[in-house]
């Protein structure tokens, strides 16, 4: 059983919105710690895995990349074990496949390689 698993995935058109969600499998483990954060991460096509979004346990610190910023907003509900991330004002860049991991909050790098199966975003002109 997958850890974290993503959805809400899909096509849209430039300018649309998304809300993609990320479950924790109950029975598994967070660090329920100010000191780590749940991250969402992107992959496009042909290029490596980039850093998005992240939000500490409390939901009291968030950051983002410069280039979602204003535009996508992440949110969580412990007690649901979820993560969720807003996106409205969807451009063509933003097409790739979304996942997300734990990271130390304040930094932009996952804490491990277990990845899930990400979601898909396909934003159209």
């Known amino acids: 059983q997958a850890r974290l698993v993503e959805s809400g995935g899909g096509l849209v058109q430039t300018g649309g919105s998304l809300r993609l969600s990320c479950v924790r499998s109950?029975?598994?483990?967070?660090?329920?710690?100010?000191?780590?954060?749940m991250g969402w991460f992107r992959q496009a096509p042909g290029k490596g895995r980039e850093f998005v979004a992240a939000i500490s346990w409390s939901g009291l610190t968030t950051y983002y990349d410069d280039s979602v910023k204003g535009r996508f907003f992440v949110s969580r509900d412990n007690a649901k074990r979820t993560v969720s991330l807003q996106m409205n004002n969807l451009t063509p860049d933003d097409t790739g496949v979304y996942y997300c991991?734990?990271?130390?909050?304040?930094?932009?790098?996952?804490?491990?390689?277990?990845w899930g199966q990400g979601t898909q975003v396909t934003v159209s002109t």
């Open positions: 991991n734990e990271v130390p909050t304040g930094t932009r790098t996952a804490i491990d390689n277990n």
């Open positions: 109950a029975g598994t483990l967070e660090r329920a710690h100010e000191s780590y954060s």
